[in-house]
Structure formats: structure tokens, C-alpha cells
């Protein structure tokens, strides 16, 4: 299974960006997917996830309202809808896929076994 996150780049604050997260080798349908990011000298932290058997998504407090992940069956590909970008957003972010991820570990990112490569967003001020 490989990840392909793309969209990133540079935008002012209070613009939108919308990452994409292409899946090869196995449908998302039954997949738990998530979005993290890593800011400067940060750890990496859980930014919003979905598990698609349900639709169910999850956002950490930070993006909730201003972010929006979504899927394409078709297309295989999950995106976040980054809209009212924060300086404090800036980091490079990445997706993750998992079809053995129990809830309680949604956050988790040791939960996951597919990793794309990491796609840069920068927030100007």
C-alpha cells in the first residue's frame, strides 16, 4: 500500500488550501484514515481522522470548524479542506491509513500502518 499526499504550499493567513491523500493497492472504503502534522520543532500531532465503514470524523480542537476531511470512493483519495489558515498551522502534513485501527486510537499515531511522504504548508501572516 502506498500514500501520496499532495497540496501543500505557501498561502496568507486566512486562506484555504486543500490537501489530497491518493491510495494504491487497497480500497479506502473499510480504512481508517487520519491527517497529522509536525510544525517546527514540535511533535507530530493528530489533526483530523475518519473511519470511512461509518463516516465518522474526528478533529482535534485546534481545527475543528476551520477544517474538513472528505474521500473520493472513486478516486481513492481522502482530502482536508484547510480553510482560515493560522500562522500556527504551518507544518508539514501527513496521511495515514490503517484498517486494523481500533477507535480508542484513532489520535494515536503508532496506530497506523501506511504513511504517505509528508506535503508542506506554510501560513504567512
Known amino acids: 500500500v502506498q500514500l501520496q499526499a499532495s497540496g501543500g504550499g505557501l498561502v496568507q493567513a486566512g486562506g484555504s488550501l486543500r490537501l489530497a491523500c491518493t491510495v494504491s493497492?487497497?480500497?479506502?472504503?473499510?480504512?481508517?484514515m487520519a491527517w497529522f502534522r509536525q510544525g517546527p520543532g514540535k511533535e507530530r500531532e493528530f489533526v483530523a481522522g475518519?473511519?470511512?465503514?461509518?463516516?465518522?470524523?474526528y478533529y482535534a480542537d485546534s481545527v475543528k470548524g476551520r477544517f474538513a476531511i472528505s474521500r473520493d470512493n472513486a478516486k481513492n483519495t481522502v482530502y482536508l479542506q484547510m480553510n482560515s489558515l493560522k500562522p500556527e498551522d504551518t507544518a508539514v502534513y501527513y496521511c495515514?491509513?490503517?484498517?486494523?485501527?481500533?477507535?480508542?486510537?484513532?489520535?494515536?499515531?503508532?496506530?497506523?500502518?501506511?504513511w504517505g511522504q509528508g506535503t508542506l504548508v506554510t501560513v504567512s501572516s
Open positions: 495515514a491509513a490503517g484498517w486494523t485501527v481500533i477507535l480508542s486510537n484513532l489520535r494515536n499515531a503508532a496506530a497506523y500502518d501506511y
Open positions: 493497492e487497497r480500497t479506502i472504503s473499510r480504512s481508517t
Open positions: 475518519a473511519r470511512w465503514s461509518s463516516g465518522t470524523t
